[in-house]
């Protein structure tokens, strides 16, 4: 069994996912200043992220979620660049199931990061820890998020109404299911993505 996701490295072809540590926090915090226009049409907590100590207090949550192996999160590279972040909601261990949430900063939108870090960190939840579940849901307005999604072969399940509120409104969220079962039967439409 894995003690901690403290030192995850998992590859994809073109990206290498790794667990986030407190040096990532200026560079972190720099990309989401520098995307927050971006960013905060569709991620509430971009809000409450106004200075360096805040996102550190951010990072430092994100290291005991891994101590504990309750979530995951994982800065997305591309060689020395970071470019994005990935990360599992709360991982319910009893039920086997998990889900999944990412963004990328502004200059790396359309460039495929996403859709390979969603299919990586997909590939280690199924086959490394066995997970039977994962799910994921986006705004049903935010085009690129829900194309991510269908890319990496997620089924619709339905649509949360009302869902999210991010400053003064309420936002449909589509949610999106894969199983155990889905998962080994998408492995070629996963695999070019994979760096195995």
């Known amino acids: ?6 030192s995850l490295r998992l590859f994809g072809a073109t990206t290498v996912l790794r667990s986030v540590d407190l040096d990532d ?8 200043e520098n995307s927050r226009e971006h960013l905060q049409k569709w991620l ?9 100590e805040d996102e550190r207090h951010i990072v430092e949550q994100w290291i005991y979620d891994m101590q504990m192996r309750s979530a995951i999160h994982l800065c997305i590279t591309v060689g020395d660049n970071l470019v994005g972040f990935i990360s599992t909601h709360q991982i319910d261990w009893i039920n086997q199931r998990t889900s999944v949430g990412y963004w990328v900063e502004r200059s790396s939108i359309r460039k495929n990061f996403a859709t390979e870090a969603t299919a ?3 590939d280690y939840l199924f086959e490394d820890l066995k ?8 705004a049903t307005e935010n085009a690129a998020s829900n194309r991510v999604i269908k890319k990496v072969g997620f089924k619709w399940e339905g649509v949360l109404r009302e869902n999210e509120r991010i400053r003064d409104r309420y ?4 949610i999106y ?4 079962g889905d998962f080994q039967s998408l492995k070629d439409v996963l695999s070019p993505y994979l760096g195995k």
């Open 44 to 52: 509430p907590w971009i809000d409450f992220v106004h200075s360096l």
């Open 177 to 180: 299911g894969m199983t155990q």
């Open 120 to 122: 990586v960190l997909l």
């Open 171 to 174: 936002w449909d969220h589509n």
């Open 1 to 6: 069994m894995i003690e901690s996701f403290n």
């Open 25 to 32: 926090t200026g560079r972190l915090f720099s990309m989401i």
């Open 131 to 138: 997970l039977h579940r994962v799910f994921i849901q986006a």
